[in-house]
């Protein structure tokens, strides 16, 4: 829950939670993965065709990824019914006490499309991160910090 010396926390907050883990967690991974597949596409390139990315490329999928993540969770805030509830295990230790989001159970398949979006990002960089293991520039063998970010 969220820790109740903060003060009161309304149905936005409780909103605000699942929008900051979840465009936190877009920008992170869609902005590595866009630079793991500029990795891939000119290094792990066989044909000898000259291959141009350019950085608004690069943001142009970052983007792409963060609309999409932020219309699912318009949809998600628009269905979702949320309300906080405070938990008072001490009433002289106000430490202790806390406030708890709740939401109805209609909001459910949004999530699991939020969730499955979210995997199929993972996976996406996943799949990257393997194809450019081979790859032995120093500046750019990132595949092992890739899988350890995933994996954590």
């Given at each position: ?142 595949s092992k910090v890739i899988i350890f970010s995933v994996y954590n």
């Amino acid at each position: 829950g969220i820790n109740a010396e903060y003060g009161n926390v309304t149905k936005p907050a409780c909103h605000l939670r699942v929008w900051l883990l979840a465009v936190g967690f877009s920008l992170m991974f869609s902005a590595l993965f866009a630079k793991t597949w500029r990795i891939y596409k000119l290094l792990g390139n066989k044909s000898v065709k000259i291959i141009r990315i350019t950085d608004k490329q690069l943001w142009g999928i970052v983007l792409l990824l963060v609309m999409v993540e932020i219309a699912l969770l318009i949809a998600y805030t628009l269905v979702a019914d949320s309300s906080a509830t405070l938990v008072v295990n001490d009433y002289y230790n106000f430490s202790l006490n806390y406030i708890t989001c709740s939401t109805s159970r209609s909001h459910f398949i949004i999530l699991a499309v939020l969730v499955v979006f979210n995997l199929l990002i993972l996976l996406n960089g996943c799949f990257l991160a393997i194809r450019i293991r081979n790859i032995h520039f120093p500046v750019y063998d990132e595949s092992k910090v890739i899988i350890f970010s995933v994996y954590n």
